[in-house]
């Protein structure tokens, strides 16, 4: 398990925008270097749609994903993964074997909710 992160205040933690969005369509990104599925997420009216390609093949098909609420990092600068720009950093925790199991809130809320 890994140690703790250095001790950082509450401008640094602010400074990080995760938003809460639904899943709306999800697919394999073949361009991948490891397997990994574009997903597209509505983060609402005032940040729309984004793109994320994530390394969740794991545990996920893309028809499951459809209509999942995530969690997501929204104001990293965009990466390219093969073909797919991914604007968002989609969050999950490690399971025992290290694959990503993803962050998802237990009651349905709105779209673009900023996390607190």
Avoid: C
Avoid at 5 to 14: C, L, P, Q, V
Avoid at 22 to 49: C, K, M, Q
């Amino acid at each position: 398990m890994a140690a703790i992160s250095e001790t950082i205040g509450i401008a640094d933690f602010h400074r990080v925008d995760i938003r809460v969005g639904t899943i709306v369509r999800a697919e394999p990104n073949a361009s991948a270097r490891r397997p990994a599925l574009t997903l597209w997420i509505d983060f609402g009216p005032d940040l729309g749609e984004k793109k994320s390609s994530a390394q969740i093949t794991r545990h996920y098909v893309p028809d499951d994903l459809v209509g999942r609420q995530v969690a997501a990092v929204v104001n990293f600068p965009p990466r390219q993964i093969g073909k797919v720009t991914s604007d968002v950093l989609v969050l999950g925790f490690p399971d025992a074997e290290g694959e990503v199991v993803l962050i998802t809130p237990d009651h349905a809320v709105p779209n673009g909710g900023r996390l607190f």
